[in-house]
């Protein structure tokens, strides 16, 4: 079966690259993101232990996750327009990933509040500095740090950045380590333990490993080339 041999594969390289940074391999959790496939593929994936799924579009993940067991794991990983906000908290998603401004943390926070609930999110960084990518800038984020922290229905757990893709993996680990100190500073200013990075795809994710990710989204090296 291509995607349970993918997976043990990965599964392989994944604990290989955390031995060599000197990482438990449980440290890393494999998100597999199911983009683009059916519901027959994603199964195949669960039948071989997977939970964790990612999606990167709310209508999409609103078609497939009622045809899938009930205790997969899905964490949304793709951007996220705020007057969609009630029906991505209202879904259920375990992990918002790509928070990617004060205005958007904002309003999930007030929404999950009149929801009567608290909304677990990673913040996006824009690594690379390019302005036309989503994310905040290093800077940003220090500056509304104190904002955002003290946002009363915000469950903030980590970082994660989508670094621009180079055909060699190696390029992307400044980035990788950028994402890193950003979370090590953070932390040190208090008051949250940002316990998750999430960064790292198909062509790169042992990598982010190295540099300390927590979460990889792999999607393609699972499920084989999008259409
Ligand atoms: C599609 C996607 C991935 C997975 O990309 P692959 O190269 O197929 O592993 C990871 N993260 C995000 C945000 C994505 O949209």
């Known amino acids: 079966m291509y995607i349970q041999d993918q997976l043990r594969e990965i599964r392989t390289q994944m604990?290989?690259?955390?031995?060599r940074s000197g990482r438990a391999p449980e440290s890393v959790q494999l998100l597999a993101v199911s983009k683009t496939f059916p519901v027959d593929d994603i199964m195949h994936a669960y039948h071989d232990g997977q939970r964790c799924f990612g999606e990167n579009r709310l209508q999409e993940a609103m078609a497939k996750m009622p045809g899938m067991p009930a205790d997969c794991v899905w964490h949304l990983i793709g951007p996220l327009q705020r007057n969609k906000v009630r029906k991505a908290l209202e879904q259920g998603f375990a992990l918002i990933e790509a928070v990617d401004s004060l205005k958007l943390a904002q309003a999930i926070s007030r929404i999950a509040g009149e929801l009567g609930t608290t909304a677990r999110i990673l913040l996006e960084v824009n690594v690379d500095g390019e302005s036309t990518k989503h994310g905040f800038t290093p800077e940003e984020l220090i500056q509304s740090w104190p904002e955002l922290t003290a946002l009363p229905h915000l469950d903030i757990r980590g970082l994660?950045?989508?670094?621009?893709?180079?055909?060699?993996?190696?390029?992307?680990?400044?980035?990788?380590?950028?994402?890193r100190l950003l979370a090590e500073q953070l932390r040190a200013t208090g008051p949250l333990p940002l316990p998750e990075l999430s960064m790292g795809m198909s062509h790169d994710y042992p990598i982010a490993i190295e540099e300390g990710a927590t979460i990889v989204?792999?999607?393609s090296a699972i499920f084989g080339k999008r259409g």
């Open 217 to 219: 989204r792999v999607g």
């Open 160 to 179: 994660m950045c989508i670094p621009a893709f180079t055909d060699e993996p190696e390029d992307a680990r400044p980035a990788f380590r950028t994402l």
């Open 15 to 19: 604990a290989a690259a955390a031995t």
